[in-house]
């Protein structure tokens, strides 16, 4: 057993695994970092063109570090639950155990947000609009509304995307990886570019290939996710040198600098853009971010702290919207919008992993906040 495979015990065997643990807990702070950066500042054109330069890089680069959040925990979806063994048993025990308990809860957060929507924010709750929310006909108006319709449509196929990854060479896995990000991630950007700076040599509009049942970008992460499981111990041979550490680094801080300069680009030449998952640079980012912090050394009560946000970082994610906007609407907005920011993202995640940590006690309540075992 090499040091990899020791220190990253699966989860589904009941042991925990520091390596993902932080990776989750990781994500889950970033989550809350860049809904705070987008509820806080006006980055589109006109806030843009309002702001110091130093503002500026303020918002946006904490903005684009808070988008790792995604990729990182789809990663850990595809890590987790692609190399797992199916069978006509195992996958009606997965839809039991994984997607019916997260489409339960997230029904029951549909009617939490209404109350929340209702109470806080003084909106009208109108039946028809939670109905079509509820049966996933319309945007649920949260910021984070759109992730979990996502994993619940990844999780209807995911047993038997497994079953086929499981059996390709990597040959072949690397060949169809590469097709979707080409076609999906490098022609998106670069049709996006090309919008923005009035540059057209080319027709690229036009995609004639419908990669669509290859569960198209968030697919893409999750596959990437079991790659990094599948060649774990060739990546931990290759991130103990320090060279490769070093590498790997500077790939990170090349793409954090170029994404954040060509948002600002992008938004100084008016079109209204914030860098999404779908931008060419955001699986190089996330996989970099998911190598460093796998070799990130952690002891004592670190380990135990990052352990304990990991168990209830679905809790956090669910609820932290709504404490972002309940000290938003106490605090107001400060003039160092800077300092702000930092408080009330530590803030919200302190509030919310507590909040999840004592709702967790309760049985319904354990089950409504998705709370894994510690």
Same mark, same amino acid.
């Given at each position: 057993?090499?040091?990899?495979?020791?220190?990253?015990?699966?989860?589904?065997?009941?042991?925990?695994?520091?390596?993902?643990?932080?990776? @989750?807990?990781? $994500?889950?702070?970033?989550?809350?970092?860049?809904?705070?950066?987008?509820?806080?500042?006006?980055?589109? *054109?006109?806030?843009?063109?309002?702001?110091?330069?130093?503002?500026?890089?303020?918002?946006?680069?904490?903005?684009?570090?808070?988008?790792?959040?995604? *990729?990182?925990?789809?990663?850990?979806?595809?890590?987790?639950?692609?190399?797992?063994?199916?069978?006509?048993?195992?996958?009606? @025990?997965?839809?039991?155990?994984?997607? #019916? *308990?997260?489409?339960?809860?997230?029904?029951?957060?549909?009617?939490?947000?209404?109350?929340?929507?209702?109470?806080?924010?003084?909106?009208?709750?109108?039946?028809?609009?939670?109905?079509?929310?509820?049966?996933?006909?319309?945007?649920?108006?949260? *910021?984070?509304?759109?992730?979990?319709?996502?994993?619940?449509?990844?999780?209807?196929?995911?047993?038997?995307? /497994?079953?086929?990854?499981?059996?390709?060479?990597?040959?072949?896995? $690397?060949?169809?990886?590469?097709?979707?990000?080409?076609? @999906?991630?490098?022609?998106?950007? $670069?049709?996006?570019?090309?919008?923005?700076?009035?540059?057209?040599?080319?027709?690229?509009?036009?995609?004639?290939?419908?990669?669509?049942?290859?569960?198209?970008?968030?697919?893409?992460?999750?596959?990437?996710?079991?790659?990094?499981?599948?060649?774990?111990?060739?990546?931990?041979?290759?991130?103990?040198?320090?060279?490769?550490?070093?590498?790997?680094? $500077? /790939?990170?801080?090349?793409?954090?600098?170029?994404?954040?300069?060509?948002? #600002?680009?992008?938004?100084?030449?008016?079109?209204?853009?914030?860098?999404?998952?779908?931008?060419? #640079?955001?699986?190089?980012?996330?996989?970099?971010?998911?190598?460093?912090?796998?070799?990130?050394?952690?002891?004592?009560?670190?380990?135990?702290?990052?352990?304990?946000?990991?168990?209830?970082?679905?809790?956090?994610?669910?609820?932290?919207?709504?404490?972002?906007?309940?000290?938003?609407?106490?605090?107001?907005?400060?003039?160092?919008?800077?300092?702000?920011?930092?408080?009330?993202?530590?803030?919200?995640?302190?509030?919310?992993? /507590?909040?999840?940590?004592?709702?967790?006690? #309760?049985?319904?309540?354990?089950?409504?906040?998705?709370?894994?075992?510690?």
């Amino acid at each position: 057993m090499n040091e990899l495979e020791r220190k990253q015990k699966t989860e589904t065997a009941g042991g925990r695994n520091e390596c993902l643990d932080r990776i @989750r807990a990781a $994500a889950t702070f970033l989550v809350v970092l860049n809904h705070t950066v987008q509820l806080m500042f006006p980055l589109h *054109p006109d806030g843009i063109a309002r702001m110091s330069g130093l503002r500026r890089l303020f918002g946006i680069g904490l903005f684009t570090a808070g988008r790792l959040g995604v *990729p990182l925990f789809l990663f850990l979806s595809g890590y987790l639950l692609l190399p797992r063994k199916y069978d006509a048993e195992r996958i009606r @025990r997965f839809y039991r155990h994984n997607l #019916i *308990p997260l489409l339960v809860s997230w029904e029951a957060w549909c009617l939490i947000y209404e109350a929340y929507m209702v109470w806080w924010l003084q909106t009208p709750f109108r039946v028809g609009q939670w109905f079509r929310r509820a049966l996933f006909l319309e945007y649920e108006g949260m *910021p984070h509304g759109w992730y979990i319709p996502m994993i619940l449509g990844v999780y209807l196929f995911l047993p038997f995307v /497994a079953m086929g990854v499981q059996q390709m060479e990597g040959k072949i896995l $690397a060949l169809l990886l590469g097709m979707v990000y080409l076609y @999906r991630f490098c022609l998106e950007s $670069a049709n996006l570019l090309m919008d923005v700076f009035h540059v057209h040599p080319w027709n690229l509009r036009e995609l004639q290939l419908d990669l669509n049942f290859s569960g198209d970008y968030y697919g893409f992460y999750l596959v990437l996710g079991y790659c990094f499981w599948r060649y774990r111990g060739k990546l931990e041979n290759i991130m103990k040198h320090a060279w490769s550490v070093m590498g790997v680094t $500077a /790939a990170f801080a090349v793409s954090t600098v170029f994404t954040v300069w060509i948002q #600002i680009r992008i938004l100084q030449a008016n079109y209204d853009y914030n860098v999404w998952y779908t931008f060419f #640079i955001m699986p190089v980012l996330g996989s970099c971010a998911f190598l460093l912090l796998c070799r990130l050394p952690q002891t004592g009560i670190l380990r135990r702290t990052v352990t304990d946000i990991s168990v209830h970082s679905f809790g956090v994610f669910l609820m932290h919207v709504m404490v972002i906007g309940v000290l938003l609407r106490q605090m107001g907005l400060w003039r160092n919008l800077e300092a702000e920011c930092l408080l009330v993202t530590v803030l919200t995640f302190v509030i919310s992993v /507590a909040v999840t940590k004592i709702g967790g006690r #309760i049985p319904l309540l354990k089950e409504l906040l998705l709370v894994k075992n510690g």
